[in-house]
């Protein structure tokens, strides 16, 4: 079972990776236009939505088992985020507004979360 820190650090790193988000999709929109802005966020919630996913599954209690099946559990839960992120990128990339190079720059900026959460703990 998760440690109340284990959880607490959790949500705020997601916390923190959607204001990161929002910030950088809220300044880009004001300086560059609400296109560019949309598209940001866009790209920002590509990285959010599975790693939540990802972070919502482990958060549960993994029931025992040997280290194996957790191990197994593990791998089985990042490959089902890295292909939600491959059919998420593929969906947003096909709606006409959204500009590609935005999109990767809102993908980028979730990412840096996951470095001050090492710093937290």
């Given at each position: 079972m998760k440690s109340a820190q284990d959880v607490a650090t959790l949500v705020w790193l997601l916390r923190t990776q959607i204001l990161m988000i929002c910030g950088v999709a809220l300044a880009t929109g004001l300086l560059a236009g609400a296109d560019q802005g949309v598209s940001v966020l866009a790209g920002g919630l590509v990285a959010f939505l599975p790693n939540a996913y990802f972070a919502i599954r482990f958060v549960?209690?993994?029931?025992?088992?040997?280290?194996r099946q957790i191990l197994n559990r593990f791998y089985a839960g990042e490959a089902i985020k890295l292909a939600l992120t491959a059919v998420l990128f593929f969906c947003v990339l096909q709606v006409p507004a959204v500009k590609p190079l935005p999109l990767m720059a809102g993908f980028m900026a979730a990412l840096p979360a996951f470095w001050f959460a090492l710093l937290k703990r």
């Open positions: 549960r209690p993994l029931a025992g088992g040997t280290p």
